[in-house]
């Protein structure tokens, strides 16, 4: 049913959003993870490889709600499905 039909409840959004402010904030504390992302930025630039892929805490302040709902009617759809059989 959640990914069927999700809920997106205001309360489960800004939970989410709060908890990947705080794990920009604490990567940002790592000499090691912003070592990492200075190099990346330097040599992708503006290539997709060149942005941290949790975002910047400006860029997640500035996503809501509605931006998320939007993304899934576009997204998450039938025609995206990749279906992986093992075993």
């Given at each position: 049913l959640i990914i069927?039909?999700?809920?997106?409840?205001?309360?489960?959004?800004?939970?989410q959003k709060n908890q990947?402010?705080?794990?920009?904030?604490?990567?940002?504390e790592s000499p090691d993870?912003?070592?990492?992302?200075?190099?990346?930025?330097?040599?992708?630039?503006?290539?997709?490889?060149?942005?941290?892929?949790?975002?910047t805490k400006e860029t997640v302040r500035m996503l809501n709600a509605w931006q998320v709902r939007n993304f899934y009617k576009r997204y998450y759809v039938g025609a995206n499905a990749v279906i992986?059989?093992?075993g």
């Open positions: 069927n039909k999700p809920a997106f409840r205001q309360e489960a959004f800004n939970r990947l402010l705080m794990t920009i904030a604490q990567m940002q993870d912003v070592a990492n992302m200075t190099f990346f930025k330097q040599l992708y630039k503006n290539h997709p490889y060149g942005h941290p892929v949790n975002g992986v059989l093992v």
